[in-house]
């Protein structure tokens, strides 16, 4: 059974998880540094089905990483720019506004020049999203990772002209009534599924595993009443198509 995540941070995990009879496993990885980017390389190097992107993070919106980023797009080293976007959740984030704005516009401009999907953060401030809409819907696909928002509001932004895909995790096993509805209510080939490993934990919980996106697949499928070969096929599908990558395994 092939199981894709989305959106890990393999250089925080320092590791990635082992395949095994019946568990297969692809991701995309995200880094935001330098030193990120050579842990995540070394690990991620040698695996088929694992890809790397790089960006810019709101919650550290620094231009200093710029040029790396650039270089990355320019060398087709990874497939994504993220992540990257706003993040108003509390008040010191929200004080930084300015410079996730530049942090973001310039991603954004990357994503075009380059045609690559962009893999957004968004805490508190989905009207940013609908902003840029117009901007959005020229770039080849945008990944919202760990959309915390209704079906509702994800459909508005499919409406709004932007190929829009939509990352759930671990807040599903924590049944999370916004994420529940999305699952529930969103087509198919929107639907993306992930870790955010190793954060996004639950109470009593340290750390997430990569590996415990089966867990996050058995409650998606719970929640879809969907048959488990078909779901992970089907969300394999949609995954190949928002990054634009080819799996080994199909």
């Known amino acids: ?6 959106h ?3 250089a925080d995990c320092k590791l990635l998880p082992d395949n095994e009879k019946d568990k297969v496993y692809a991701a995309v990885s995200c880094a935001h540094s330098p030193e990120e980017w050579t842990v995540q390389t070394e690990l991620t190097g040698g ?3 694992f890809f790397s992107a790089f960006g810019i993070h709101p919650q550290q919106p620094s231009m200093e990483n710029y040029r790396l980023l650039e ?3 320019q060398a087709k080293r990874i497939v994504a720019i993220g992540e990257t976007g706003f993040d108003f959740y509390t008040e010191a984030f929200k004080s930084n506004r300015s410079a996730q704005e530049e942090s973001w516009n310039a991603c954004l401009e990357l994503a075009k020049v380059y045609g690559v999907p962009l893999v957004v953060h968004n805490r508190k401030a989905l009207d940013c999203m609908f902003g840029y809409a117009k901007q959005l ?10 959309f915390a928002f209704t079906s509702r509001e994800a459909l508005s932004l499919l409406r709004h002209g932007m190929n829009a895909y939509f990352s759930f995790g671990k807040p599903l096993l924590n049944n999370n009534k916004k994420s529940i509805d ?4 969103l087509p198919m080939d929107r639907i993306l599924l992930e870790t955010d490993a190793p954060f996004q934990t639950l109470k009593g919980e340290s750390a997430t595993h990569p590996s415990e996106i089966e867990r ?3 409650a998606a499928m719970s ?3 969907s048959n488990a070969d078909e779901f992970c096929q089907t969300v394999a599908k949609t995954f190949c198509s928002a990054f634009n990558v080819v799996l080994s395994q199909n």
Do not use: E, G
């Open 1 to 6: 059974m092939l199981f894709c995540d989305a």
């Open 8 to 10: 890990f941070h393999a």
């Open 47 to 49: 695996r088929k089905d």
């Open 71 to 73: 270089q990355l797009l």
């Open 137 to 146: 819907s020229k770039i080849p696909a945008v990944i919202f990772h760990s």
């Open 182 to 185: 999305c699952i529930r209510n």
């Open 216 to 218: 996050v697949y058995i």
């Open 223 to 225: 929640f879809r009443n």
